[in-house]
T-cell receptor
Framework: QKEVEQDPGPLSVPEGAIVSLNCTYSNSAFQYFMWYRQYSRKGPELLMYTYSSGNKEDGRFTAQVDKSSKYISLFIRDSQPSDSATYLC???????????FGAGTQVVVTP | ETGVTQSPTHLIKTRGQQVTLRCSSQSGHNTVSWYQQALGQGPQFIFQYYREEENGRGNFPPRFSGLQFPNYSSELNVNALELDDSALYLCASSLFTGINYEQYFGPGTRLTVT
């Protein structure tokens, strides 16, 4: 069983809608949580990172971590067609960043 | 400031051969990590180098090896290639932010083993 589980999608939403993405994890030692965006044939791009539990907001993006339920979420408000990509959640136990990734969720935002 | 670069972009090898992939870190980054991403999957951690020393390894066999050079560039070597080694190989460089090592990925090298 993978340490980080993520629904692969695809998740299709109309432009302007809120995109809601989720991951669950099994390793209680995870302390750092990231969301990456990956366009086709490109490397992952860091979107958000959170340390321990809590919320973090950056523009249209909000990341949430609930360590009690081992649940990670990413919300994208006012979605745009340019947000169409694969979104990867990742976690690690220490600050060195040896990341454990989920499988990624493909998001399609239709005009 | 230049980002992380990798070479080659893609290559095709035959089962049993050896391959070397290269990565140039983002300026000033002293830590580099390598990941393998199979089609439709998330990246899997192979190993990490900090100041030319291995600093952790994932669940990969010894035929996966690496090097980091004094200028913090890095190589990933894979011996005795197998068909399952076909994947996108990603390099990520990082620098301590005061809280953690945020990783910045290169575009990857796509390896096909036939």
């Amino acid at each position: 069983q993978k340490e980080v589980e993520q629904d692969p999608g695809p998740l299709s939403v109309p432009e302007g809608a809120i995109v809601s993405l989720n991951c669950t994890y099994s390793n209680s030692a995870f302390q750092y949580f990231m969301w990456y965006r990956q366009y086709s044939r490109k490397g992952p791009e860091l979107l958000m990172y959170t340390y321990s539990s809590g919320n973090k907001e950056d523009g249209r993006f909000t990341a949430q971590v609930d360590k009690s339920s081992k649940y990670i979420s990413l919300f994208i408000r006012d979605s745009q067609p340019s947000d169409s990509a694969t979104y990867l959640c990742a976690s690690t136990t220490d600050s060195w960043g040896k990341l454990q990734f989920g499988a990624g969720t493909q998001v399609v935002v239709t005009p | 400031e230049t980002g992380v670069t990798q070479s080659p972009t893609h290559l095709i090898k035959t089962r049993g051969q050896q391959v070397t992939l290269r990565c140039s870190s983002q300026s000033g980054h002293n830590t580099v990590s390598w990941y393998q991403q199979a089609l439709g999957q998330g990246p899997q951690f192979i190993f990490q180098y900090y100041r030319e020393e291995e600093n952790g390894r994932g669940n990969f066999p010894p035929r996966f090896s690496g090097l980091q050079f004094p200028n913090y560039s890095s190589e990933l070597n894979v011996n005795a290639l197998e068909l399952d080694d076909s994947a996108l190989y990603l390099c990520a460089s990082s620098l301590f932010t005061g809280i953690n090592y945020e990783q910045y990925f290169g575009p990857g090298t796509r390896l096909t083993v036939t």
